[in-house]
């Protein structure tokens, strides 16, 4: 069987089923599993579940262990990548950036305990669910067979404080700092160049209510909190507000944004606040991704029956970042960051409905669009 990462071979059912019997044997193994407070379970050496204990099984809302026996975990937990090849879980491309199956490779490979941290996008019942956690593979012989204990630990929350306090503790501060500057030189200038230190300032309290504002959203979207208001939005103009006000920014400072030629004004109903923090989200990271005097520009379009809005910047985004743009946490410009492309999934997908998703080429450039 084909595959483009790990092993794709599997153990006959019978085979699993012997495992589990084999491993039933051991005296407390499951008093021992079963008071473990986090997701345990022990793998054959194709990556099948042959033994787990009760955390998982109440993660999954399955009664019995021989609903996932034979399974691999990404299978069991319902990866959105664990489908994509005839192999299963291991064998897509996305899987090489996978922390919980590169650990199990290399706990097999070394013979000895391997943990990471890794980032899971699961479907649960039907809309996509993101996941941080840390995943520890451990090698463990029986009866002459190799196992692998498998054990995972929640981190999302973890994650989710550090991100905000980095946002909190680097990111507006910059921008208050920026403000604070801006005051205390406001009195020494021509009064003919107020009017634009005056538009500099609102667009830095903006900024920084952008800021707060996102990460409220944020958390109410994941808790399942946010009300979505629905308005009738003209699309140039609504781009055309996007592009003003981000033309302040520190990270724009020698670049351009313009708005396609071929942009229509076309009519939708969305929920604007939402629809510009994603949008935001977009221009913000095209413009960290370009060079000074690049270009970013902005666009709405007809396509079908849908609006389309994208935003473009000339740089490409090379393979091994690309499978992981939209995973939480996962960020280029350093740990405790990650955030961005995140929101424009969850805030664009599961409550405006749309479709958030990017194209790349090194002779196009890069593009993020939401479909709505």
């Known amino acids: 069987m084909e595959t483009k990462f790990a092993p794709a071979e599997r153990s006959a059912f019978f085979e699993v089923l012997q495992s589990q019997l084999s491993l039933e044997k051991i005296t407390y193994l499951n008093d021992i599993f079963c008071s473990l407070s986090f997701i345990f379970c022990i793998l054959n050496e194709n990556r099948q ?6 955390v998982l099984l109440k993660t999954l809302e399955v009664e019995d262990v021989e609903q996932i026996l034979g399974k691999r975990f990404g299978e069991a937990i319902n990866c959105r ?3 994509e090849e005839q192999g299963g879980c291991g064998t897509s491309e996305h899987c090489r950036y996978c922390g919980a199956v590169n650990s199990m490779l290399q ?3 070394t013979g000895f305990k391997t943990t990471s941290e890794c980032r899971i996008r699961r479907i649960v019942k039907g809309a996509e669910s993101f996941l941080d956690v840390e995943v520890t593979a451990t090698p463990f012989i029986h009866e002459n067979s190799k196992y692998i204990i498998f054990s995972l630990i929640d981190i999302t929350d973890r994650k989710r404080r550090a991100i905000i306090e980095k946002i909190f503790f680097h990111d507006i501060l910059n921008v208050t700092s920026g403000l604070q500057g801006f005051f205390e030189i406001f009195d020494s200038i021509n009064k003919e160049d107020q009017r634009d230190f005056i538009q500099m300032g609102a667009s830095l309290c903006q900024q920084i209510i952008d800021e707060i504002g996102t990460q409220r959203l944020l958390a109410q979207a994941e ?4 009300i979505v208001n629905s308005k009738p939005i003209e699309s140039l103009a609504f781009i055309q507000h996007i592009a003003a006000d981000l033309a302040f920014l520190e990270v724009a400072k020698g670049k351009h944004i313009v708005i396609s030629n071929n942009s229509e004004a076309l009519s939708l ?8 923090r994603v949008l935001n989200n977009m221009v913000k990271n095209a413009l960290e991704a370009s060079a000074d005097g690049e270009t970013v520009s902005l666009t709405s379009v007809k396509d079908g029956k849908k609006v389309r809005f994208e935003v473009h910047n000339p740089k490409f985004i090379p393979r091994e970042i690309e499978m992981q743009v939209f995973m939480r946490s996962f960020s280029t410009k350093g740990t405790q960051r990650g ?6 999934k969850i805030l664009g997908e599961q409550h405006l ?3 958030v998703d990017f194209t790349t080429s090194e002779k196009e450039g890069t593009t993020f669009f939401i479909e709505l």
């Open 269 to 276: 109903e969305s929920d604007p606040i939402l629809l510009r």
């Open 49 to 54: 579940i042959v033994y787990s204990n009760d």
């Open 223 to 226: 808790n399942h909190e946010l």
């Open 353 to 355: 409905g749309g479709v």
């Open 339 to 344: 955030i961005g492309t995140y929101s424009m």
């Open 107 to 109: 706990c097999q490979r």
């Open 81 to 83: 990548f664990s489908f």
